[in-house]
Structure formats: C-alpha cells, structure tokens
C-alpha cells in the first residue's frame, strides 16, 4: 500500500489520506481539513476532505466488498475482529498519544479508558460474529418456518468528536461481525485516530472495501452519505440537532436510521446516600473528558438534607482538578476538544447568570498562563432552578447544575423534566427506593451507586430526544440484521385452498 504520512510529532507519522476500497487514496477535488492540538491551538496535521464524490466511491468500495463479507464464515469475520482488537492493544501508546493529541483527552484517561475500552469491544464482538442464531417458529403442521438475521448490506456511521477512536469499535464492531460492511465518516475536528484504525484493519487482512473511512464535513460528507439511496442503514452518534437532519435524509430510499443523542443526565444524591463514594462518582460523572460525555451527570439534584455537606466536598474537589497538557500523565483534566465548542460552553455561564443561576466555582478559563493558548476551562459548578436553561439544554462541557430536592417526588418530577433519556445515576442505600427510581425514571440507562460504566455487552442508547435503537451486545447485533423468514412445505402438501 502506498503511503503519504504526516509527522504529527517526532515518532508520530499518520495516513492523512481518505481510506477507501482498502488503499490510502486522495480525495477527489483535493481539498483538506486542518486538524487542530486543542492544548495549544496548533495545526497537527491536514487531512482529506471528502466531498460527495468520495462517498460515492466509498459507498461503491463497499457494495462490491459486500457479498463476498456477507458469505464468509461468521466465525472468519470475528477472527479478523479478534485480530484488530489485538493489534490496538500492540498500538497502545501510538493510538493513545494521537488520540490524546486530536481531542485533549488526558492520556491518563486514553490509557487507561479508551484505549482498553476499544480493544474489548472489538474483541467483543469478534466472540459474537458467530453466536447469532434465527429462531423456528411454530406454524402450521406440514410448514417449517425458520427465521434467518441477514446482514443489512452497506451501512453508513457517523461519529462525533468526543471519543473518535471508542466509536470506531462501537459502531464498527457489530456492523462487520454481523456481515455488513461500512462507510464511516469520523467527525471533522477529531479523524486521526479513525484513520490509525484503518492502517491497522488493512494490516490484519480485512478484505478491500469492507472497511472505507473517509473525514469530510457533515453538512457535505455526513449529509451525502445519510442521503445516499445505496446506504441500507445509518447509524449516527452526535447531537439531536443534527439527529433531526439525518432522519429527514433517510427518506429518500427509507433507509433505517439508528440515532445516539445528546444527553441531560439526571444524578440524584438521596439523604441516606454514601456520601464519599457520591461525591467521586458525581465528579467522574461530569468532569471525565471534560464532559464531553452523552451519558454525562450534568444535572445534580441534590437531597435538602445532605446538600450543603455534599457541595462543601464537592465544591473543593472540583477546585482541586488538576488541568493541564493533556500528554502529561499527572493531568486529571485537559482541554475541550475545540475552540469553538469552549466558547459555546463559556457562554452558557453567562445563560446561568441571566436566569440568575449561581456559580459556586469555575465559569472562566483557568488563569494558568501555560494553558492560555488551548481550549481550557475550569470545572463549574451552577446552582439552578430545574426551569432554567442550563438544566435543560446540553452544554457538554465541565458544567453541572445542582438543584435541590425536599422528596422522592420531587425528585422524580426533576429528573424527568427534560426531553432528554439517556443516562442516569442514583446514589442511596435504600434498594426499594433504588429499583422504583430506576424503572421509572425516562432513561435508556441507570447507574445505582455508580455513574457512566459502559460494557459491550450491555445495551448503550436513549429515549425520546436521545434517540433510539440500542449499541453493544446482542442488542446490536439486531439493529444490524434483518429478521428473514423463510417458509418450507415439508410434505409438499397442496394447501386447502388450492385444493379441488
Ligand atoms: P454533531 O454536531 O451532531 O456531529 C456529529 C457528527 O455528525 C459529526 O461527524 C458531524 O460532522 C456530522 N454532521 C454534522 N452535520 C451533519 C449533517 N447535516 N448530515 C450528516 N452528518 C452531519 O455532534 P458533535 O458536536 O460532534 O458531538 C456532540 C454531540 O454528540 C452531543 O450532543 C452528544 O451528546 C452527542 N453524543 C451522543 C452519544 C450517544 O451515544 N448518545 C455519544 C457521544 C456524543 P462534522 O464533524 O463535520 O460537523
Ligand atoms: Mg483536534
């Protein structure tokens, strides 16, 4: 394979080139994207931009690898899976420092979360390939009516920027063991990793054209794609926003459609909590990633009782966040992943202030000179009425909202009063009150004295305005199959109604 590598950094060289059809390749009207360190703002590499034009190819890469994908053994698949998931964990430190580079994750996190995280789900659904069985399905005497799961054909993935190099195995890894194969679209500000994934599925032998990664804009790449008639399926994770447009894209061919959305995650502290253990797990839940997390804890909602003992804990822990350069081992917080998405976050405080939210600490970059460059901003904590905007909307940042409870009720009638349903936590010792909360609160996912685990064999996804459709396990391997009933007339008995 030919390549044309971009130095990142010394050691550091990356295909800065679309990946279609198995080779590096240019992309068709020679444009790029400038990919940015967040820690500094400096350009870290340019990388092809696909237009409308690649995507056909890609999708046509794809169409032609399909058949022959689809027909190989469901265990040969999940060997090639099992494969990548090994040659990751060989990459490690490569994958963690261009990952931790691209998006400003601190590389303490990409060790030791998102690289293993990756590995596991690959390797996940490599066991997987083959452990999907159809069902007979008792009918009438003389039938035998099986029922196949048929891969899709080619689906189409687009993923945002908050972990670019998890979402390739969350998306890709059922896809492909289930027999489909794929174009996926990384976001624009965050494709090195994406990228590095691809080298590494060409090396273990993934057949040309099963895999095709190609970064371009969403409004051109990602919405050509969602529109493209040749495309059974997209699976798209980002906001809802962007969600809306995709659906309405899929009505040209009525191509199925699975949506990961935003989130305003509800993570209610009860009187009878313990309370150590809350205080951590509130700020994992938040201020992991920066909290460019869907799942994550934003909204706060805190027992009267407790809430005072809670914050003075709270409060100081947040304070004492180590930021950073993200490539420092000691860094407990880095950059947000943009610009432009710092300044969207830091206007929220100024939204918290107008509807007379109350910052208890943070709401400004922090005053480090050495971080004066990057994308940083300190952990805020806002206290606010659930009504208020920031307890609504999705900021997706370092940026929690807390709010104060008197009752079970209320604190139900809080937690459900966004329209988001994507993650949820509940810290308390009482198990009836645990198992009500977590059947009735409007969530895809509940945490009970924990926040934010994920495993792929547990179903991941949202209701109402997160989305729809389930990643990971089993579940997975549904939204990319076809149910495919099949009807036998095993005494070849002609059936009443013909009958003269
Ligand atoms: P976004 O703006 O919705 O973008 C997501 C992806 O869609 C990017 O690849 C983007 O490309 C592309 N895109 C943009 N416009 C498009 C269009 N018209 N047609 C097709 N594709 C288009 O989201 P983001 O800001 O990158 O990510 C943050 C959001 O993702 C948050 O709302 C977060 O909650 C959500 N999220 C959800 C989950 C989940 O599992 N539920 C997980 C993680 C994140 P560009 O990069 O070029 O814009
Ligand atoms: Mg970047």
Redesign the pocket.
């Known amino acids: 394979m030919s390549t044309t590598e971009t130095q990142v950094r010394p050691g550091l060289q990356i295909e800065t080139r679309l990946f279609i059809g198995g080779e590096f390749v240019e992309a068709a009207q020679g444009g790029t ?1 400038p990919v940015t360190n967040p820690h500094d703002n400096s350009i870290l590499a340019e990388v092809s931009e696909a237009t409308a034009a690649d995507i056909d190819r890609a999708v046509a890469a794809a169409r032609e690898a399909f058949p022959a994908w689809k027909k190989m053994s469901a265990s040969d698949r999940g060997r090639l899976l099992l494969k990548l998931a090994d040659a990751i964990e060989a990459d490690a430190e490569y994958l963690a420092q261009l990952e931790s580079l691209d998006t400003g994750h601190p590389i303490r996190d990409v060790r030791n979360l998102d690289i293993p995280r990756t590995a596991a789900c690959f390797r996940y659904f490599g066991g997987i390939a083959d452990k999907v069985e159809g069902t007979v399905v008792p009918v009438d005497p003389g039938f035998l009516n099986y029922v196949l799961r048929e891969p899709l054909g080619v689906v189409g993935q ?6 670019p190099l998890m ?1 390739t195995s ?1 998306k890709m890894g059922p896809a492909l063991a289930a027999g489909n194969t794929v174009v996926l ?6 494709p090195l990793s994406a990228l590095r994934v691809a080298k590494l599925m060409s090396d273990v032998g993934f057949p040309k054209g099963v895999v095709n990664i190609v ?12 529109e493209h008639r040749q495309v059974a399926k ?1 699976a ?8 809306r ?2 659906v309405q ?1 899929s009505a040209t061919n009525l191509k199925r459609v699975q ?5 305003k995650g509800a993570n209610i502290v009860f009187e009878d909590a313990p309370l150590e253990a809350a205080v951590m797990g509130s700020a994992f839940a938040i201020f992991h990633n920066q909290g ?5 804890g934003s909204r706060l909602i805190l027992h009267e009782k407790i809430a005072d003992q809670f914050l003075d804990k709270f409060v100081a822990l947040a304070k004492s966040v180590k930021i950073g350069n993200p490539l420092d081992p000691t860094t407990e917080m880095g950059p947000l992943t943009s610009a432009g ?1 710092r300044d969207r976050v830091l206007a929220y405080v100024e939204v918290a202030k107008e509807q007379g939210g109350r910052i208890l600490t943070g709401g400004t970059a922090p005053s480090n000179p050495d971080l004066a460059k990057g994308c940083y901003v300190e952990p805020t904590i806002v206290e606010a009425e659930p009504e208020h905007r920031v307890c609504q909307e ?1 900021v ?1 940042g370092p940026f929690v909202t807390v709010t104060r409870f008197k009752d079970d009720a209320d604190a139900m009638r809080i937690a459900n009063s966004t329209s988001y349903g ?1 993650g949820g936590g509940l810290w308390t010792t009482n198990l009836k009150r645990a198992h009500m909360f977590a059947r009735e609160i409007r969530s ?1 996912m509940i945490w009970i004295n924990s926040y934010k685990r994920v495993h792929p064999g547990s179903p ?3 209701v109402g305005e ?2 729809y459709g389930r ?1 990971m396990g089993f579940f997975a391997m549904h939204e990319y199959t076809e149910a495919h009933s099949v009807w036998v007339n095993y005494d070849a008995q002609i059936p009443p109604f013909y009958k003269r």
Not at 158 to 163: R, Y
Not at 259 to 263: K, M, P, R, T, V
């Open positions: 994207i687009i993923v945002p920027w908050n972990f979402f969350w679209k990384p976001a624009e500000i965050t970064p371009g804009y969403g409004h051109v790449a990602g919405q050509h794609l969602a997209i798209f994770t980002g906001s809802t926003a962007v969600g447009k995709i894209a949506l990961e959305l935003g989130g460019q997390a869907c799942i994550a998405h999705e997706f994507l895809g991941f996804g949202g997160s989305g990643e």
